[in-house]
């Protein structure tokens, strides 16, 4: 699939017309849902602290009850990514590893991109989630190719980073005078 960033995605959005979000954010038929994705994140990023994993552990890491998620261990044992053991440990399968791994990398990349579009750091986890779960592969490549050019040109970055600052202290002046008329 060809990924189209820039011009050609505007005159692409333009021509496309409306198209309600329910219908955007559904997800297609092979791909996993959110909550697939942040159990099997989750998953990998604790097993890569320690070899061992219960169910009790991985509840407290996403904040949901033990009976959820044995629940979605059930389905993604059944899809193939995870075995539940003897005793409740979990151990990601090859595919499993391997898919949690890219969940991992796209989840820090979408916050890299937060980052420099200026999100702030108690805000940024929160929106991370919502951009990682609802942007087309199409649109992540795009955000990577972005990221990658400022991680490779440090003074771009800095140019980014004096943009911003220029832009919040015109909304500051803007401010300070609209303050001023109204008085």
Sequence with gaps: MEVVCGKEAKVMVENKGFRPFREAARNETD??????????EMIYRLQQENRTLRVSALAGALQVGRSSVSKMLRKLAAEGFLMVENYG?????????????????RHQRVARFLQLAGI???????????LEHMSSPETLRCLDLLVDFFDQDAAAEARLEDLRSKAQRQREFTLQTNENEDR
């Design 89 to 105: 440990n979990v151990q990601l399968t090859e595919k499993g590893r391997k898919q949690g791994k890219a969940l991992l990398e």
């Design 120 to 130: 702030h750091a108690e805000k940024l986890l929160e929106e991370t989630e919502k």
């Design 31 to 40: 791909q996993l849902t959110a909550a697939m994705e942040d159990y099997l």
